[in-house]
């Protein structure tokens, strides 16, 4: 048999101890080395402005505001032309608080907004006296914020699909919304129809009291976004 070593338990821990450093240390070099050559090609990915035509309007924006990977490809090539194109632009770049429920939206979300080529297509509010109002159940009711709402689900039956309009203006502000508040995703569309170009956002229906200030800076985003 050998004879046993004089090496103490300890000092093997201690080894042991001293690789993991070392390997540590090796591994978080690397890291440090490959954040220095792919995060700067990263956040310049993410920063890059791209133009883009949605039916007669032009855009230059952020490519990191596409939702689709197979548009962002596109928007990278010239001319980029859409019939449709999907933002996802983050609440804080609309001029939402950093702090919880005194913006318009969560400051670390985003909101879902479509360019949508509109060749001569009727509006929502367009619908609003032929259509909506013959569906409505139990006439009209307050809304906040000086809305006025059309209740179009069954007599007797929750809420969970109404349309709710500012009466004060021809043209003004009208969405549809979906969903019960206490259900998962109670979410109130609407569609800014234009000359050949429709602006489309959906927005949480708990957000329904400041439909003025969202609406106002869905438009002024998107024409600081517009090419003059």
Known sequence: MPRPIAAEPRHFTW???????????LLGTKIQGWSQTWLPALRADLDRQVTVNVGPAAFRLPESYIAAAGQRH??????????RLRLTVPWRDLGASPTPGAGLGPADGAILIELVSNPGRESLRARLDPFYRRLARGGEIAGPDGLKILALSPRGAPVTDLVAYDPAARNGFIARCRGDVSSASPYCHRA???AGLDIRYRFDRTLLPDWRRIDRAVA????????R
């Open 15 to 25: 080894l042991c101890l001293a690789i993991c450093v070392l390997a540590a240390a």
């Open 74 to 83: 596109r928007s990278r090539l010239a001319n980029a032309n859409f019939e």
């Open 220 to 227: 002024r985003k998107i024409e600081s976004l517009r090419i």
């Open 192 to 194: 800014v129809t234009g």
